[in-house]
C-alpha cells in the first residue's frame, strides 16, 4: 500500500489541488451578487419668496409758535401732537398748552401752532390738502365731504346756513379734518336735531 502511494503521491496531489480549485470556483460563482448602489441626488426645497411690506411715508408737519426750535419735521405715521412738541425740542416757558389738543394725531403737511400765555388772537394754520380721488367735495354718493367743503357747498346741507358753514371751516382750520361724522356736533350751533338730519348727507 505504501508503495502504491508512493508511487501515485504527485497524481493524487495534483488531483486534490484541482478538486479544491474547482471547489472554490464554484462557491465563487454561486455567491450571491451584491446589491447595486444606487446614487441618489437630494433635491432642494424652494425657500418662500420674502414677504415686502411697504413702509409708510413719513409725514412732513410744520411746529411753530411757543416751542424751542420751530421748524418741519418728519414723523411716523401715527404721531400726535405731543411727538411733534417733542420733535421741536418741547414747547417753551410761556406756552399755553391748555389750548391745543396734545392726543390730536397729525396729518402730512400739517401745521402746529403752539400759542403764547395771554396771546389773544392765535394764527389759526391752514389745514393741509387732503387726497381726493375728484375736483370736487361732493362724493360719489351724493354725500358732502366735511372735510373738503367749501362754505357754499356746506350751505347746500339742510339746517347749514353761511353762518354754520363758517364755523365749520373755522372749526377744520383749529382741529384739522373731522375724524367721523359725529365729530360736527363739535361745531357750535350743529345739536343731535340738526345732526339727524344731516349724518346721512355728509361723509369724511
Known amino acids: 500500500m505504501s ?10 496531489l495534483i488531483t486534490l489541488v484541482y478538486l479544491l480549485i474547482s471547489g472554490g470556483m464554484v ?5 450571491p451578487a451584491p446589491p447595486a448602489i444606487v446614487i441618489t441626488t437630494p433635491t432642494s426645497t ?18 411753530t409758535g411757543a416751542v424751542v426750535h420751530p421748524d418741519v419735521y418728519l414723523l411716523a405715521t401715527g404721531s400726535i401732537i405731543r411727538d411733534a412738541l417733542v420733535a421741536a425740542g418741547g414747547a417753551t416757558s410761556n406756552a399755553d398748552l391748555n389750548r ?5 394725531q397729525v396729518y402730512d403737511q400739517q401745521q402746529i401752532y403752539v400759542p403764547r400765555l395771554g396771546e ?10 387732503l387726497p381726493s380721488t375728484t375736483s370736487s367735495s361732493v362724493q360719489p354718493t351724493g354725500k358732502v365731504n366735511i372735510n373738503t367743503a367749501t362754505a357754499e357747498e356746506l350751505d347746500t346741507l339742510p339746517g347749514i346756513g353761511p353762518a354754520i358753514a ?30 339727524e338730519r344731516l349724518k346721512d348727507l355728509i361723509t369724511v
Request: no cysteine; glycine share 6%.
Open 3 to 12: 508503495d502504491w502511494l508512493q508511487r501515485y503521491r504527485g497524481y493524487i
Open 100 to 104: 391745543i389738543n396734545l392726543a390730536q
Open 166 to 195: 363758517q364755523r365749520i371751516i373755522e372749526y377744520r382750520q383749529a382741529n384739522g379734518p373731522f375724524q367721523s361724522i359725529e365729530e360736527i356736533k363739535n361745531v357750535s350751533g350743529i345739536g343731535d336735531k340738526l345732526f
Open 27 to 31: 462557491l465563487f460563482l454561486r455567491r
Open 46 to 63: 424652494p425657500l418662500p419668496e420674502p414677504t415686502v411690506t411697504p413702509t409708510p411715508a413719513p409725514l412732513r408737519v410744520y411746529v
Open 120 to 129: 389773544e388772537n392765535p394764527p389759526i394754520p391752514l389745514p393741509a390738502p
